[in-house]
């Protein structure tokens, strides 16, 4: 049996992952003391949870989206001492859409165009998607550049002609989306388009939970969920 302890658990994703958890007899959600950290809450509260982790001596699967520099390097300094995953999404299906869209950005030249289109809950507050992020980071690691160097966010007005090699983004807000994602490789008369959708959040916190009891007892670092998963 894992124990959980959950940071955000009264939050759309924390109830989620309550719900899965209840589905399992070898995980339990405990309120302190777990053997595993998992959070899915807000940025600002990201440092007290790594440093409750971090005393404990206990491995931290982060869900939360959004980080500021600061609250980044807090991770990387957690992953010092314990074992972390960071994950923007836990599902299957966008893990293995982050390695289609590495493998198509690797094959395609830079003649092909990458837009990188999600659309969110209308509660969602930080744009564009931690999801988006990674998979713009999936594709731009296959063509051999930095993200940073090359993202678009946010077009409005006159913004000339789209610049050559740069990955765009937009954001999409509305309704009760739990999570939609669409990768699109765009050239002279054709297009490629890569997507997932997640019907309900039950995806990410099955993915969640495989991770929590995966991270139970590993030794300090970074791991990912393709570890997880297998990919
Ligand atoms: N990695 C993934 O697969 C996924 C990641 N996410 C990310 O998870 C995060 C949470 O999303 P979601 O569940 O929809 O958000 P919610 O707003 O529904 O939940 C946020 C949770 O954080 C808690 N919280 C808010 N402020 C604080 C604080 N200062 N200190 C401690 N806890 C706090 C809230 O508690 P209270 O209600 O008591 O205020 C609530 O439980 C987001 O960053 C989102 O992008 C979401 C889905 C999937
Ligand atoms: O806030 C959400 O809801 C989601 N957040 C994550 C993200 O920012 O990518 C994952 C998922 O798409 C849902």
Redesign the pocket.
Known sequence: MVSITL????????RAIGEVAAQRDDVSIVTDGGDVFVD???P??LEAHLDAAVSAGKPILI????LAPAQQAAVDAAAERIAVIQ?????LGVNLLSHLVREAATRLGAEWDIEIVEMHHR??V?AP??TALLLGRAAAEGRGVDLDAVSDRGRDGITGARTAGHIGFAALRGGSVA?DHQVIFAADGERIELGHRAES?IV?AR??IAAAAWLAGKPAGRYTMADVLGL
């Open positions: 940071f955000g658990a009264s939050g759309r994703m924390g899915f809450s807000v600002s509260a869900g939360t989206t959004g994950a923007a999404n836990t599902s509660m969602k930080d998607s931690g999570g959040r990410f993915g969640a």
